[in-house]
């Protein structure tokens, strides 16, 4: 191992031991983290994280602050809750009525910290590779019509679950209704 590979192991774990969840990396001597913190004990995780290290170089240091985090789930939840996006039947074009919903999901989504990760659910009706594909694309819609809105492609992901985490039971159309459904949480770049 490099010399310095033991003191960049041993600042990782210290670094990541004050972090709530998180990851530290070291690839080709260069030093990453990825934290979820709270205000509190922000800056001291940032300032051990990039506190200079022989022989190592600094990559990139992202910390999620919890209350910034909660605030924007929040937020982007109500609204989601309130209006449902519609969707064209067994389809990922979105009904044209979801402009001003689309417009209000992308206001909050602003000022949210990190990257945003949309995810789409169905119901368990139909085939579970078709839902799997529908979820995907109607995740992959509502990314472009944000993007669309201004937000940043990069701080954008999409990912489809299908039936896999259901709200409600499906065997009612009321548990349908609320597993079909699109929700946006803050995630790390590469999540």
Do not use: K, W, Y
């Amino acid at each position: 191992a490099p010399a310095a590979f033991r003191a960049a192991c041993e600042r990782g774990l210290a670094v990541v031991e004050r972090c709530d969840a998180g990851s530290a990396s070291l690839v080709s001597g260069v030093f990453a983290l990825r934290c979820d913190v709270t205000r509190a004990t922000r800056d001291a995780v940032e300032a051990a994280a990039r506190a200079p290290l022989e022989g190592v170089r600094l990559g990139d240091v992202e910390l999620l602050v919890r209350e910034e985090v909660m605030a924007c789930e929040q937020a982007l939840d109500a609204i989601l809750r309130a209006s449902t996006i519609n969707f064209q039947t067994n389809s990922a074009v979105i009904a044209p009525t979801n402009g001003p919903l689309l417009d209000r999901v992308a206001a909050a989504a602003r000022q949210c910290p990190g990257v945003l990760r949309i995810e789409g659910h169905t119901d368990a009706v139909g085939p579970r590779p078709a839902n799997m594909t529908l979820s995907d694309a109607r995740a992959v819609s509502v990314r472009a019509a944000l993007t669309a809105r201004g937000l940043a492609e990069a701080r954008l992901r999409s990912q489809g679950f299908g039936p896999d985490r259901p709200l409600a039971d499906n065997a009612t159309l009321a548990g349908r209704a609320r597993n079909r459904r699109i929700e946006i949480h803050v995630v790390h770049d590469g999540e």
